[in-house]
């Protein structure tokens, strides 16, 4: 078995010597025990979290462990009476090849199922954050203006035709003007502002005459900012990541905007609301899957991936990742079917 284990915490920007590369011998399964082998490694921003030993919704990946992270696997060998070997399932094994399990928590997917990976992203858990936190907090309605950030990532990519399906007006951000061609084009958004354009705040301004209506929030700072003027009486916020400031170090500079954020609110009676999704909506899990799925297969959603070779890549494919150097949902291919 070979393992990223997490050997120190990183202060700032992670880097490659808060993770080493272990190998491990493999145990065959005992009674009740299946032996996993990971064939795709979902890497998402919530990791960088894990790497901190701070109070938060779940606990820290401790010095020493395997980093964490959700898996898709087949099952090598089977001492479990519910599991066979050939099976595919949908696991939360971590940055590694091999792992034992006693069946707890495992998805079947079955024998051969269409896009495996894809149960890491737009049908696995990015694909309900973004349904639940547009559909329950959002409540998007027809004609309304939405807004999001990391609009290429499986999340922000989801939301967007969500609400186009919706019959919004929706407005994405992402990094890079291939990107932003990339969600008009292919993604079906109104606009989509380059989030490193000088002008950027101008520019959102202008895709947004009618105001905000909805603002989906994965992104916080500067995005946060250009979008805060532009808040619509009775506007929703699903605060649903802050992807901006997770390798921040200290409190961003210039005036305190606490104060003009508490007022917009008060004045503007907007609703703001934060979630976690395995939290807060884990019994909607089977309407989620059976809507997206048929979104999916209609050519109503589309889904790109970003897909790079080799558990030794993984460090760095993360890293990139939270820099925006991704282009679809980040997987690593572990290992062949
Ligand atoms: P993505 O694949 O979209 O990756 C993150 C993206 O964030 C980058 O590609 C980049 O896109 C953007 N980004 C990075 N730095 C900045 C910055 N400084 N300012 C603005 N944008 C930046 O990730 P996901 O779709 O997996 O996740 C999106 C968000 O959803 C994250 O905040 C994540 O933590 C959150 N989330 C929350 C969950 C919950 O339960 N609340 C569950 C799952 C995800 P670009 O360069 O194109 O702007």
Known sequence: NRRWVLVSRPHGKPACDNFRLETTSVAPPGEGQVLLRTVYLSLDPYMRGRMNDEPSYAPAVALGDTMVGGTVCRVVSSRHPQFREGEWVLAYTGWQTYALSDGEGLVKLGDSPAHPSWRLGVLGMPGFTAYMGLLDIGQPKQGETLVVAAATGPVGATVGQIGKIKGCRVVGVAGGEAKCRYAVEQLGFDACIDRHATDFSQQLA????????????????????????????????????????????????????????????????????????????????????REMTAWVQAGSIHYREDITDGLENAPEAFFNMLEGKNFGKVIIRVSDD
């Open 206 to 289: 202008d895709a947004c005459p009618k105001g905000i209506d909805i603002y989906y929030e994965n992104v916080g700072g500067k995005v946060f900012d250009a979008v805060l003027p532009l808040l619509n009486t009775s506007a929703r916020i699903p605060v649903c990541g802050l992807v901006s400031g997770y390798n921040a170090t200290q409190p961003p500079e210039g005036p305190d905007r606490l104060p003009l954020l508490m007022a917009t609110l008060l004045k503007k009676r907007i609703r703001m609301q934060g979630f976690i999704i395995a939290l807060d909506y884990g019994r909607h899990v089977d309407t989620f899957l």
